[in-house]
Nanobody
Framework: QVQLVESGGGLVQAGGSLRLSCSAS????????MGWFRQTPGKERDFVAA????????YYADSVKGRFTISRDNAKNTVYLQMNSLKAEDTAVYYC????????????????WGQGTQVTVSS
């Protein structure tokens, strides 16, 4: 049974930082592209960042470029999202997903999802 478990969310002031983690089990982690998406009530799940299976390539939404950094540790089956210079508009539930293929920006291409972790940025 595949499980993705996010952690690290919370309440932070604007300009602050958070580091999200997503721990995976039940799948061959090193074979999966991993992505972070976020969602606010009543809206679609939006792409934030993704990292290739080897970790050699990273991809970011324009809204987070230069502020967020995605990384992974295949030995620990974990993907991270370092979020700096947080803004109120970054407030959302953040989800990690596992994608066996390469269309990193398409939410429908992801095979597995975590339960999400809430990030709230106060202005």
């Amino acid at each position: 049974q595949v499980q993705l478990v996010e952690s690290g969310g919370g309440l932070v002031q604007a300009g602050g930082s958070l580091r999200l983690s997503c721990s995976a089990s039940g799948l061959t982690f090193r074979r999966y592209l991993m992505g972070w998406f976020r969602q606010t009530p009543g809206k679609e799940r939006d792409f934030v960042a993704a990292i290739s299976a080897s970790g050699g390539n990273t991809y970011y939404a324009d809204s987070v470029k230069g502020r967020f950094t995605i990384s992974r540790d295949n030995a620990k089956n974990t993907v991270y999202l370092q979020m700096n210079s947080l803004k109120a508009e970054d407030t959302a539930v953040y989800y990690c997903g596992a994608n066996y293929y390469s269309d990193y920006g398409d939410v429908d291409e992801y095979d597995h999802w975590g339960q999400g972790t809430q990030v709230t940025v106060s202005s």
